[in-house]
């Protein structure tokens, strides 16, 4: 259905702009250098035919598809972005393109032995005999997210080639600042106008995911009394021995590094301190809405517990709820789950359900009042030097986003 050689081009123009974003900054964009690639965008999505183009004054980026059928549809959106990840360096992408890939290791920078290998990326050898996309082993390649961009524009520019083919009408949105927790904070949803959308963000192909951690933050600020240590006698309270009570008390399995799937856990993430105050960071994360609760509540507890032994007022907590499991903003609307799941069997993707261990742009939109499932952008190993993709995922992700757009319009009929 698409040219290969033309998702390579398109996708490679973008991965060589660097288009990192700052997490220490409260602009946005983020980081000017991404008003480079959302300039590019919006006159490329002029080019190839989309109404409504709009570039704001946040960088976000957004176009229509309009409609080729008379009957009601409702209005569906796709979402990428187009920053990359501040934790490893964009500048200079220079991407190797792997034909027929052979299965074997892939030098990423001989010098430096620097090899991307199945036998550690185990993914790798399912894309045998693919065209594979990786870095030179200086920078992250930006597949997140600039795989996504490239085929949502793929599937627009194909629906326009071929206007036979029945769809309602598309909205597309591609944002700055995703990887700093904030590709949705300026999102227009009003102006958007999408019944629902789905973000175009997922890894491996055939990834489809709805549900999310809940998530809160917990600063843990212990009290203690700094006395000389040759005559603290029963004056002294050492404030890191209280937090380490603190720690202790904590369930010791219930930690990122113990736990997969749906269990949560408490993650302490860091401790400062000496004997007059000690600070510890914690994040607490659940999918389910009663046990997140419970673990505050947990926290809460415990601190009072402590507190009736060394004194009331030596432990304060300061809890924040970050971001909510998008799932019960989705399941009422689970029909557009179920449209993305035939869509990706309908070009023989076999669809892989599963919840994220994190978070999305698309919870916080559909909290926003847009439900926006996530779904496979087909790269793997983000945010680092070993990040690729093949060729053929992107390929595929676009024949997802045509179906979906074919589908809606039927289901409507
Ligand atoms: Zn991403």
Not at 62 to 81: C, D, E, N, Q, Y
Not at 115 to 130: M, N, R, T
Not at 346 to 369: C, F, H, W
Request: hydrophobic fraction near 35%.
């Amino acid at each position: 259905m698409t040219n290969k050689q033309h998702i390579i081009d398109r996708f490679v123009s973008y991965v060589k702009i660097d288009t990192q974003s700052d997490p220490n900054s409260n602009a946005t964009p983020s980081t000017e250098k991404q008003w480079v690639l959302a300039r590019k965008l919006a006159e490329e999505l002029r080019e190839i035919g989309m109404s409504d183009v709009e570039l704001d004054e946040n960088a976000y980026v957004m176009a229509t598809l309009p409609a080729t059928v008379a009957h009601k549809v409702p209005v569906i959106g796709f979402i990428s972005h187009f920053d990359t990840s501040p934790d490893f360096s964009g500048t200079n992408v220079n991407p190797q393109i792997i034909e027929d890939y052979d299965g074997e290791d892939i030098v990423l920078d001989e010098e430096k032995n620097i090899i991307l290998s199945p036998e550690y990326f185990e993914d790798l050898a399912q894309y045998k005999g693919q065209t594979i996309i990786t870095t030179d082993g200086t920078t992250l390649l930006g597949a997140d997210d600039k795989a996504g961009i490239t085929e949502i524009m793929t599937a627009m520019q194909y629906l326009l080639d071929n206007p036979d083919i029945p769809h309602g009408k598309i909205r597309i949105c591609f944002t700055p600042d995703e990887e700093i927790g904030r590709g949705a904070h300026k999102f227009d949803v009003e102006k958007f106008g999408a019944e629902w959308a789905y973000t175009m963000d997922g890894s491996q192909i055939g990834e489809l995911e709805f549900e999310n951690f809940h998530a809160a933050q917990a600063i843990v600020k212990v009290q203690g009394k700094s006395v000389h240590p040759g005559y603290a006698k029963d004056k002294m309270v050492n404030s890191m021995y209280i937090a380490q009570d603190f720690i202790n008390s904590l369930p010791r399995l219930e930690t990122p590094e113990h736990t997969k799937g749906r269990q949560g856990f408490f993650h302490l993430s860091s401790i400062k301190g000496d004997v007059e105050q000690t600070q510890l960071e914690y994040i607490i994360r659940d999918h389910d809405k009663d046990h997140f609760e419970a673990r505050k509540e947990m926290m809460l507890d415990l601190k009072n517990e402590i507190c009736a032994q060394y004194g009331s007022k030596c432990i304060e907590i300061e809890l924040k709820d970050q971001y909510a499991n998008m799932r019960e903003k989705i399941e009422p609307v689970m029909h557009i789950v179920e449209i993305a799941e035939d869509a990706m069997e309908a070009v023989n993707i076999e669809p892989l359900i599963k919840p994220i261990r994190g978070g999305t742009d698309g919870a916080q939109l559909s909290y926003m009042g847009l439900p926006c499932p996530n779904i496979f952008a087909g790269g793997h190993n983000f945010h680092g030097k070993y990040e690729y993709i093949p060729v053929e995922s992107m390929q595929k992700a676009a024949e997802v986003i045509v179906k979906i757009a074919e589908l809606t319009s039927e289901r409507y009929q």
